[in-house]
């Protein structure tokens, strides 16, 4: 009996404190996939990474990290955190669109957020950047920095969201240095270090001083060729200044990380809605890193025309010609 009655007494404790506590079951869940790379690309994932963790401190909550290896992967994982009824499956990359595009009507009860492409439905929230504007910033810092007149662009795969960035930049340069050169090569990868430094090698022994890249882990190499040879480089999505303190000029931040965790922030709110959201320079989408490593390497005047470069933007005053792919 004295066995029987300990075992009512802490049933009813748990039935009891369960009324002051809620059940982890009650926590929405939340499935982040990211693209393919993963954290090590050092730019685009590790941004949306930083908002992963960013959110996990900031709500209490524990939210699924998947990094998968090929790009095959992607629908498996989606139907995985589907049929397990999670709240919301973010999707990290252009790679993810199709699959998204098939598996969100399947489980109209669950939202879909995907970054860096548009999917029309009523569960999925499309979260784009205007890289066009945040590559054109860091195009006015190599067009005032050139020494050669000779500026390069490495790309990772040719296709319309890498072009952005390429024609952002582009434009960029000719807006402060309408003599410059600008040389454009792509790699045909993302996760190719090595492919990424000999395009660096080879553009700079063409005489191009500064490179920028789009290329996401292939772009590692482009910032070690730099530091090797003395030339200056710039990153991109995620803050690498630090891979080559002053030779990385300055890096074009996409702020993948905010997207994510306030898509999450919404979620929890009860605010998370479909539809497009496009977050560009008047948005703090993209912009430029603070140049911790580089601000006594660069002359104030690239600082003051930056900040009306800016200012222009978002007024208006200037506007970035982007084919319609």
Do not use: W
């Not at 994932?45 to 990290?65: P, S, T």
């Not at 049929?83 to 993810?96: K, P, S, T, V």
């Not at 482009?222 to 200056?232: D, G, Q, R, T, W």
């Amino acid at each position: 009996m004295k066995k029987i009655g300990l075992v009512f007494l802490l049933t009813v404790s748990i039935v009891f404190m369960s009324g002051f506590f809620p059940a982890a079951a009650d926590q929405p869940r939340v499935a982040l996939i990211l693209s393919i790379g993963g954290v090590g690309d050092e730019a685009f994932n590790l941004a949306a990474y930083r908002g992963y963790l960013k959110a996990k401190e900031a709500f209490d909550m524990q939210i699924d990290l998947v990094e998968p290896g090929d790009v095959a992967e992607f629908e498996e994982h989606h139907h995985h955190y589907a049929e397990m009824g999670y709240d919301l499956i973010i999707a990290i990359g252009f790679y993810q669109e199709v699959v998204v595009e098939e598996i969100a009507p399947q489980y109209p009860d669950i939202h879909f957020a995907l970054v860096d492409a548009e999917v029309d439905l009523p569960n999925v929230t499309s979260i784009t950047f205007k890289e066009h504007e945040g590559s054109f910033l860091v195009g006015v810092v190599a067009g005032m920095m050139t020494d050669s007149n000779k500026v390069g662009f490495v790309g990772g795969i040719e296709m319309p969201l890498i072009q952005k960035f390429q024609i952002g930049y582009m434009e960029g340069v000719n807006y402060v240095n309408p003599e410059a050169r600008i040389f454009v090569s792509y790699a045909g990868d993302f996760v190719d270090p090595g492919k990424g430094k000999e395009i660096a090698i080879s553009q700079f022994e063409q005489g191009v001083d500064v490179i920028f890249h789009a290329a996401g882990g292939t772009g590692t190499g482009v910032i070690e060729a730099s530091e090797e040879h003395c030339f200056f480089s710039i990153g991109v999505d995620s803050d690498q200044d630090h891979l080559a303190p002053g030779k990385v000029l300055t890096s074009m931040l996409k702020r993948v990380d905010i997207a994510v965790y306030e898509i999450i922030g919404d979620l929890i709110d009860g605010t998370l809605e479909s539809g497009v959201i496009s977050l560009g320079i008047e948005e703090e989408g993209v912009g430029t890193t603070d140049f911790q490593y580089t601000r006594d390497i660069i002359p104030d005047e690239v600082f003051n025309t930056l900040d009306e470069v800016k200012n222009k933007l978002i007024a208006g005053e200037i506007e970035i010609q982007i084919p319609d792919f």
